[in-house]
């Protein structure tokens, strides 16, 4: 047990020390100095596109920040590539004359949103589940088996992280 801990104490007092080593913002510069490999690599991260699924399933009154969020999103990340799977009470916001209780639409920020690229999915589940006519659905809205299969599919084959906000 102390031979344990006396390695530990060992491995943590040379990261220390390392650490100690390093100067602030020096890695970044001495990584692109150091070889054509890392810079190459540093290039292509840089090329490469965020992907991220918004969830939503929570009611109207919480649509607005996240629409917020998405757009923060897109202004800090233009080439982003976002998709909004909503099912259950978040569907809400994506029925033609949705309000929230303030009185706002909806149909303008996702017209805006999903011509800087935003996909939006609606779940057949809930649709089915609720009696929702799928005719009610903005223009905008496309309807997806499950959201939350959507969801995962999203995560698992195509790379997208995930952000509930």
């Known amino acids: 047990m102390y031979k344990f801990i006396g390695l530990l104490a060992i491995a943590s007092l ?8 390093v100067k602030p913002g020096s890695t970044t510069a001495a990584a692109v100095k150091a070889n054509p ?19 939503v399933n929570t009611d109207v009154n919480t649509v607005p920040a996240i629409l917020n ?15 909004v799977v909503t099912h259950g009470p978040g569907i809400n916001f994506l029925i033609q004359d949705a309000k929230d209780s303030q009185g706002r639409e909806f149909s303008g920020a996702v017209s805006e949103l999903a011509g800087r690229g935003v996909e939006f999915r609606v779940c057949n589940n809930t649709l089915t589940s609720r009696n929702i006519d799928p005719g009610t659905l903005l223009m905008e809205a496309k309807i997806v088996p ?4 959507e969801v995962a599919r999203l995560q698992a084959l195509e790379g997208y992280v995930y952000l509930k906000p």
């Not at 040379?14 to 080593?21: I, V």
């Not at 499950?146 to 299969?149: A, D, F, K, N, P």
């Open 37 to 55: 490999t890392q810079k190459a690599q540093a290039n292509k991260v840089a090329e490469k596109t965020v992907k991220a699924v918004y969830h």
């Open 14 to 21: 040379t990261t220390f020390a390392h650490a100690q080593d």
């Open 146 to 149: 499950s959201g939350v299969s």
């Open 69 to 83: 969020n998405v757009r923060n999103h897109l202004n800090a990340d233009p080439k982003a590539k976002i998709v």
